[in-house]
């Protein structure tokens, strides 16, 4: 993909310290050092190895007592161990969990957000990367992968809203297909209008041209079945608010609406270098919410591709908007389930904080393994409810259903339960509010603030819910 330029690096794991390090192993049993703190003397990276070599001790922390905390430690040990200019880092730990910790922050920590800064200092230089401990390639392979699809998530993420709009994000997803050997399909915004996807085109005609489309990408690795789980996400390459416009500083950071969709192609480049023997196939909802003269507004009345009558209520609500058609041609094609991410609600952040997402599912059973996903990866999650009572929140007097209350009301469960009417029936689904795709200081073992969140949730949930 364009500009995304992700860092190749050797990888060697070690059982045993080698002889060579033995004044590493030496250092550790002597330390009178906190676990997971501080970085080596030069003198001692020197003894280690001539070319330069970082390295960084870890014992078990009784704090560290799960994936989050452990990956918390890792990315402060990681900091602080760790300059830019070494180019072999060689990370010890006595359990293949605390190694795993540490190779996910170094992992995290080597990708540099792109920056237009006339002085940026050049990107870090590592080349090698050492694992000392109980591991094995695929636990390391499962790690790399994960780490790019992140990546990939935190540079669109990233981009400037003129870098990253409704027709390049269009064009650079085409290319990534290509150059990963994934189907694509486009649907063209005059394709769009001809179905009578009316949810997605409310938001699409507010902006002068013509470029908002929905893209469907598929990654086959198991060409022989006719299944696959669908993966939608909300690209809203910046989001104005429409005429109920942004104020203040909200509108600011709104470059990273289009979080969901990049969640989505992040999970489908992980699965690739994985060769993930499952098909799955991404529906990309690429658009921006602007204001002009054809924008949509209050009062005015939207029919959905599914037929669905929509009242307008406030043109800031577009995400459940474009995602609402979306999701209706992800579930026409039956898949195994539907798995929707996006930055929905601000009252999402208001019960989460920045440091969980929310979930929804229409599947009872999967509450559990959904929080359990969480848990294990790192990337927490907490189920809302689902019930069909709060439906009453967003009757209309004029349509099937209002976009969202005109008043106070617990919008992520009013955007989740409207985003439900647009799933075709029996069709088993999960939608993620992306409260912690951002954090301040970064989050578990991320280091920025834009956190990529999704992608170690997701491979998780694939391999719990859909064994
Ligand atoms: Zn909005």
Known sequence: MKAFDYPRIATKILRKVPDRFDAALEWRHQSQQPALSGRSSRERQ????????????????????????????????????????????????????????????????????????????????????????????????????????????????????????????RDRVEELAENEGWECRVYSYKELEQMGAGAFLAVARGSDDDEASIVRIQYRGNPDSTDSTALVGKGVCFDTGGYNLKTGGYMFGMNGDMGGSAVVLGNLLTASRLKLPVNLTGWLALVENHIGPKAYHANQLVKALNGTTIEVVDTDAEGRMVLADTLTLASREHPLAVFDYATLTGSCVGALSTRYSGVFTNQDAWLMPLIQAGRDSGERVWPFPLDPDYDDQIKSEVADIQQCNPGKSSDHIDAARFLSRFVESGVRWVHVDLSADHHKGGLAHVPTEVTGFGVRLTQRMLETLLP
């Open 46 to 169: 020197q003894t280690l190895l001539a070319e330069g070599a970082q390295w960084t001790f870890v014992k078990q922390d009784e704090d560290a007592s799960g994936p989050f905390e452990r990956l918390t430690a890792a990315r402060k040990a990681v900091a602080g161990a760790w300059q830019a200019e070494d180019r072999h880092l060689v990370l010890i730990a006595d359990t293949g969990d605390d190694l795993d910790a540490l190779v996910s922050a170094t992992l995290a920590a080597l990708y540099d957000l792109p920056t237009y800064k006339q002085d940026a200092k050049p990107s870090n230089r590592l080349e090698k990367l050492t694992l000392v401990g109980p591991f094995d390639e695929a636990r390391l392979n499962r790690r790399l992968a994960e780490a790019e699809g992140n990546a990939l998530v935190r540079f669109l993420s990233t981009l400037p809203a003129n870098e990253l709009n409704a027709w390049s994000y």
